[in-house]
Structure formats: C-alpha cells, structure tokens
C-alpha cells in the first residue's frame, strides 16, 4: 500500500493513498468531532462538525470526506473553526426538540434517575428500581415517606392529566427492598486503609458516610443523640415515619461496617482537635436543631416549648400532655407535625397561627390538608405579640395581619393591621418559626461562619478552611429539606474521596440538556394517543383511626398498582442520553445554549413492533437512511443496527425489547 506524509497540528504522520484526513487523525490519536459520520457507511461530511482547515490553502473541508494529500498540513482547533462548529451545532440544536433528562430528574436535588426507577417498576423489576434509586438516594424508605416530591411539580402529565406518584413508588421500591435478603448494596470496593470520621447522623452525614464506605473508606459516624437518624427521627412523627423504616435504611450502613459513636456531642465529648488528630478527613454535618426565638414577651414562660424540643420528645415517648387548648406558631412542616402531634398527645383543641396566608406557607400542601381533615384549625395572617400567665394556662395577644409589599423570598411582607389585636387563652404554645445551626464558639472561630452562622466552604468542594474538614447538609445550607442534605452528603462524599487520594478537585464541565420546554409548554404532540389515567391513590388509614394513635397513615402501594402507575410514566428521559455525540458536541461548543424555538410542526412519536422513531429528536444526519440502503437487500433489516447507529436517540428499540 502506497503511504504519504501530512501533518496535522504540527505532527508529521504518515497515512495510505484514499484514507480520510478523519481516520489518518484518529489513527494518530488526534480527535477531530463528528456527527454524521459512521464508519461503516460512505461518508458525506454534511453536518460539518468535523471541519478542520488546511492551512496554507485558506480552504475549510470536511474531514470525514477529504482524503489526505502529499505534503497536506492540517490543523483542527482553533478559534475560526470552534466558531463554525458553534454556528453549524446552532443551527442543528434549534431544530431538535427532545428532553435529554427527564424534568423530574433535573428537578431532584439528588440527581435521581427517575425515569430509569420508574421504568424497572413498570417492568417488574424492582431490585433493578432500588439499584437505580440507591446511585443517588442511599435513604429510600425515609425519603420515600417525607420527601415533598418538587419532581411531581415538573412532571409533563401535567398536560394531560396528573403527575405520576414518584415518590410513592420510590417508597414502594424501598419497602420491597426491606423485605428482602440480601438486601440492595453496593459491591464493596477494596480497602483504602483511610479514617473518615463523619459528625452528625441525620441525611447528610448518613448519605456521605453510605458513599465513603462504598468507596473503600472506613467511617466512624459521630452523633449527640442515642440512635441516629437526626431530625429524621427525632423531629418527624411516627405516623409520618416509622422508627423501623429509619433502621432498615440505616442497617445496609451497618452491614458496610460503619460505626457508630452516639451520646457523643461535637464540642464536648469531641472536638475540632480530635478529629484532625486521629482521621484522615473528616465531615461535619451538624443539623439545624436549635430552635429561633419568636423575639416576643412572656416566650419564656414554661407553658411556651420549641416546636424541635416537642416532636424529640414525643419521638423518645416523654412528651408531656400539652393540654386541652394547644396553639402552635408557624407555616412549616415542623408546625404540621407539631400540632398534628399535639392532637394525638390528647390536645382538644389545636390551631396553628400563621402570619401570612394558606398559598404562602412552605409547609407540604399534603401534609397541611391532613392536618385540617384531623381538626386542626388554621389562622391565617396572624401573628402572635405577646404571652402572660393567665392562671393554669396563658393568655396570648395576637396582632392580625395583612400583605404588603413583596420581601426578599418573592412573598408579600405580613403588615400588622392597626388596632386589629385579640387575645387567645391556651393551656399551651409551640414555636415553630425556625431553626439553626448551633456550632460551638470555640469551633466557630477556627472554622470560620457565614453572617447567617452556617459554615463557610468552598462552594465546589465543601471543604473548610481547616485543611481536611469539610461540611455540609443544614450547617452549610441552612435549615432545607431532607433530599438536599442527602445531594449535600453525596457531594461532600465524592471530593473526601478526592481529597484522600490526592486527586484534584476539578470540576466537570456542566452537562448539556435539550428540553421540550416548560410543562406549560409541553408539545401537544407529545400527549397524541396518551389515554388520560388518573394516578393511582396510596392507601391511607381514614381520619377517625388516626388520632388515638401514631399508626403510620400511608401504607404503599402493592405491586399490581405500583406496576400501574409506573406505566403512567411517559419517559421523557431520552434512550440514548448516556451515549448521545449530539449532547456530547453540545456541552463542548454550547454548554450555555438553550433551544429557542418553541414551535415544532414535525414532532411526533411513531412506533412498529420493531423499531420506534421521534421525529423531534432527529438532526438530519443521514445515517439511517445510508444504514437502510446498506441493508435493502436483506430480506429481514437490522432493527437494532439501525437503532445503534443514530447519534442522537430519535430512532430506538421500542421499550418492550429493552
């Protein structure tokens, strides 16, 4: 075979008579990006994403369609040709409408693939549904229970009819997984000999700690109270949460040799100084567990308890009776759980005081109708002034509101009226208005706090400024939600284990993700043959069983109506994400890039018994049609071939075959 000689940026190489500039850079290791090229077909250089320039001849030619010369020189970066692969990706991405991820997932804080659980129930598969749940959420069972579920918000059967119950088959998976042996866990990696000692045992530092185990490491789990589970269990009710579901969460920790150091205070029993002396790293998930003063007289009357110091002790069974006529203050979950438990201690009467109104309070909606279907009385743009000793119970002052201008959260301001106060007799208050982080001042200092009193970090790798000390979950992020402190234990997880094989922490570079658009724009065509079907309710025990109790309400699907609903799914999470070149180019040329054409008069999903095509996804490429006319004379075509050919999942293997 005849060889020439070119050179391709700077590199002088030797390449056969008739081979491509594409393949003679490939074979030396060089990568020029593609798009329509597919080495088994003829290529044709239509998509131009493999232009490169030939230098000395001012020319820009395709380079899976040139063939090398003599003396060719050749160069594949720079700044003129990243700006016409740019433009070319531009124009090719404006006429794609497809989601790379599902809404759902993009809107989990964790991460969680959704639509993969999803699909594994739908199938019958639910080991494969926890596997899948288990990557990015290590706490189903709890999560699956108290979770608020912002996924459904962004569900696209908004358009249609209701969003699918993810977060019920998220629990459904993880209580199946319970009744299992083994149970789900990951497969244990080799010993790295590595200390990490990891300080809190609520979602943050359990999720970090289930990771860094996972990895290798050994972990020792330090917390001030006797068991652990945090906030999670002791400052969520039992009939919200189970104590046995907080152990089956917990036990695959167990079995992963994590150990566990309880009645063990950060500050007291263990100290800064400690944990730099005899591990490795270490990471302080401290929750928000002090409780904010209301700043009002008579809030330190003994008749006045935080909302945080009610639900800990209902959790360990030394909850005082807090009376007949209980009043708890606040819109959160905590003032739900609160008051919802005060009726079950033996409370007459509750009313929760909230000073804005019922659409602004942050409180889970679901759990806020539960709490009114039970008795609970609701007031709203109230707001309590002043408490005093009022014979065996207390008298409260309470200044009616009402909304003024916006304030920095996007809500209008609560705006006393004048002259509009009131009193209310009790025998108890609650406070429910916040919560904190409570870090030792002799800490404090060396950690360094934010003027909001959470631990400064560094924002990319939640490390401290003490060397080997990072933070994360409410410490850094304030009072949150649960799924948050578990992505912030993930994260903090991921560089501990960087950091302790000396790896940089760099940071990958931000995934591109083609959208249809908000929900509220979602393609007609996407709902086209979808037959309206409700979501399929959770069983609940009705109201009358629930208050002499703290039954669990919610009992789960069983597998018939688990498989149901997860067929609802209309799995928006593209089929070829985790291989797509055009997503690939995508986040190299355009990480920053959005589709702005809202309108798509193609779009449309076809599908035969062997092969499934979504037209909106598709970029013109070519390759289909030249793999069909390489297979025109088989009698049977290659389905899958030509599934696997295309670079951007328009064309797949319908969901039954996979």
Not at 64 to 93: D, F, H
Not at 193 to 207: D, E, F, M, N
Not at 490 to 519: E, H
Request: with cysteine; charged share 25%; net charge negative.
């Amino acid at each position: 075979m005849n060889n020439l000689t070119l050179t391709i940026n700077g590199t002088t190489l030797t390449a056969p008579v008739g081979m491509s500039i594409l393949q003679a850079a490939h074979s030396a290791g060089i990568s020029i990006p593609t798009l329509c090229f597919d080495k088994t077909l003829e290529s044709t250089g239509s998509c131009w994403m493999c232009i490169v320039e030939l230098k000395g001849k001012n020319l820009f030619v395709p380079a899976c369609s040139t063939a090398v010369s003599p003396g060719m020189v050749v160069e594949t970066e720079n700044s003129e040709l990243q700006a016409m692969r740019r433009q070319n990706l531009e124009r090719i991405i404006d006429e794609h409408c497809g989601d790379c991820l599902g809404p759902c997932e993009i809107s989990c804080p964790a991460g969680c693939n959704i639509p993969g659980f999803i699909t594994a129930i739908a199938e019958g598969n639910d080991h494969e549904a926890i596997r899948i749940i288990k990557e990015s959420i290590p706490l189903p069972g709890i999560l699956g229970r108290v979770c608020p579920a912002p996924c459904e918000d962004e569900c696209r059967r908004h358009g249609l009819d209701e969003p699918v119950s993810i977060c019920a088959l998220k629990r459904y998976a993880a209580d199946r997984d319970m009744q299992n042996e083994p149970r789900c866990m990951p497969e244990p990696a080799e010993k790295t000999g590595r200390q990490v000692a990891v300080v809190g045992a609520g979602p943050a530092g359990l999720t970090a700690a289930y990771y860094l185990l996972a990895l290798g490491h050994d972990v020792t789990i330090f917390d001030a109270h006797p068991e652990p589970g945090g906030m999670m269990r002791y400052g969520i009710p039992r009939f919200r949460l189970p104590e046995a579901v907080i152990e089956s969460d917990i036990g695959p920790l167990r079995s992963m040799g994590a150990r566990f150091r309880m009645n063990t205070r950060f500050g007291r029993e263990i100290s800064l100084d400690t944990l730099k002396a005899e591990y490795d790293a270490a990471l302080l998930a401290l929750g928000a567990q002090k409780a904010s003063p209301m700043g009002i007289p008579g809030e330190e009357l003994p008749a006045v308890k935080s909302g945080i110091t009610f639900l800990r002790d209902a959790a360990c069974g030394i909850a005082a009776k807090p009376g007949k006529k209980v009043l708890v203050v606040g819109g959160g979950n905590t003032a739900i759980d609160t008051a919802r438990t005060a009726l079950r201690l033996g409370a007459d009467e509750v009313s929760i005081l909230y000073r804005r109104t019922r659409q602004e309070m942050p409180a889970n909606r679901a759990e806020t109708e539960d709490a009114l279907r039970e008795g609970i009385e609701l007031l709203t743009l109230v707001a309590p002034s002043a408490i005093s000793a009022d014979g065996q119970g207390i008298s409260v002052t309470v200044q009616t509101m009402r909304q003024g201008e916006p304030d920095g959260s996007g809500r209008r301001r609560p705006v006393p009226v004048p002259g509009a106060i009131y009193t209310i007799l009790a025998d108890t208050l609650i406070t429910a208005t916040g919560q904190h982080v409570d870090c030792p001042a002799e800490t404090a200092g060396e950690l360094g706090l934010n003027t909001d009193h959470t631990v400064a970090v560094d924002p990319d790798t939640l490390e401290t400024g003490v060397a080997g000390i990072f933070a994360g979950g409410d410490c850094v992020t304030g009072a949150d939600l649960a799924i948050r402190a578990v992505e912030q234990g993930k994260k903090a997880a991921q560089n501990i284990d960087r950091y302790l094989r000396k790896i940089p922490a760099t940071q990958p570079a931000p995934a591109f993700n083609s959208s249809c658009g908000p929900k509220e724009k979602t393609p007609a065509a996407l709902y086209a043959g979808r037959v309206p079907m409700p979501r399929i309710g959770v069983p609940e025990i009705p109201p009358e069983m629930r208050v002499p109790g703290f039954l669990e309400i919610v009992s789960g699907y069983n597998p018939s109506d688990a498989r149901a609903e997860a067929s609802r799914c209309l799995r928006c999470r593209c089929i070829a994400v985790e291989n797509c070149r055009l997503r690939e180019l995508a986040a190299r040329y355009l990480p920053d890039h959005t589709c702005r054409h809202e309108d798509h008069p193609e779009f449309g999903i076809a599908a035969t018994a062997n092969i499934r095509l979504e037209r909106e996804k598709c970029v013109d490429c070519g390759i289909c049609v030249r793999t069909l006319e390489e297979l025109e004379n088989r009698e049977t075509p290659d389905y899958r071939k030509l599934a696997a050919s295309c670079p951007t999942g328009a064309m797949s293997e319908p969901l039954q075959q996979r």
